[in-house]
T-cell receptor
Framework: DAKTTQPDSMESTEGETVHLPCSHATISGNEYIYWYRQVPLQGPEYVTHGLQQNTTNSMAFLAIASDRKSSTLILPHVSLRDAAVYHCILRVDGGNNKLTFGQGTVLSVIP | AQTIHQWPVAEIKAVGSPLSLGCTIKGKSSPNLYWYWQATGGTLQQLFYSITVGQVESVVQLNLSASRPKDDQFILSTEKLLLSHSGFYLC???????????FGKGTRLTVV
């Protein structure tokens, strides 16, 4: 699977909108962009995913660049419970549905 | 709604002792099931996956084995624990092989 690059950490204040960047310059045409978040001592929580078009759900908005070499997870009006490690993962369509986690971005939220 | 239950929540075991971790999925028939492992300070990696009862594929060799005795049950085990087996074990499921994966709350294993 192609590699992703994320900043090690980001900080935000409650109520702000956070933009979490992810670079995937060598992404293949059949790779989906998945975002998960994880807090200590818990399993990862699915946030969203996309292939080419921007997507939105109750948790976040995923903006995908037109060349698909980067994406941004946008979290509107963050709260303290949004503090977590956010993982940007590329998953190949088909195979064993393997998710390859990296270190992700540690998002800190200040009251 | 689907629920995923893992047991035990935490375990402390001696080196050389056997291990059995369990996972049950309720509210979903014929799910794809997965075992993931995270060493302390490390990243999550997939260990096994299963698409049907009785069929399990190994992804990473860690002297562990997995079995799927029922449609809704996934078991991770070994006869002899190593210190390197310590970490956080997560069971997960998905509806198909190309859909989002949902994780359980995990089992924290400490081998002493």
């Amino acid at each position: 699977d192609a590699k992703t690059t994320q900043p090690d950490s980001m900080e935000s204040t409650e109520g702000e909108t956070v933009h979490l960047p992810c670079s995937h310059a060598t992404i293949s045409g059949n790779e989906y962009i998945y975002w998960y978040r994880q807090v200590p001592l818990q399993g990862p929580e699915y946030v969203t995913h996309g292939l080419q078009q921007n997507t939105t759900n109750s948790m976040a908005f995923l903006a995908i660049a037109s060349d698909r070499k980067s994406s941004t997870l946008i979290l509107p009006h963050v709260s303290l419970r949004d503090a977590a490690v956010y993982h940007c993962i590329l998953r190949v369509d088909g195979g064993n549905n393997k998710l390859t986690f990296g270190q992700g971005t540690v998002l800190s939220v200040i009251p | 709604a689907q629920t995923i239950h893992q047991w035990p929540v935490a375990e402390i075991k001696a080196v050389g002792s056997p291990l059995s971790l369990g996972c049950t999925i309720k509210g979903k028939s014929s799910p794809n099931l997965y075992w993931y492992w995270q060493a302390t300070g490390g990243t999550l990696q997939q260990l096994f996956y299963s698409i049907t009862v009785g069929q399990v594929e190994s992804v990473v060799q860690l002297n562990l084995s997995a079995s799927r005795p029922k449609d809704d049950q996934f078991i991770l085990s070994t006869e002899k624990l190593l210190l390197s087996h310590s970490g956080f074990y997560l069971c997960a499921w998905s509806q198909g092989l190309n859909t989002e994966v949902f994780f359980g709350k995990g089992t924290r294993l400490t081998v002493v």
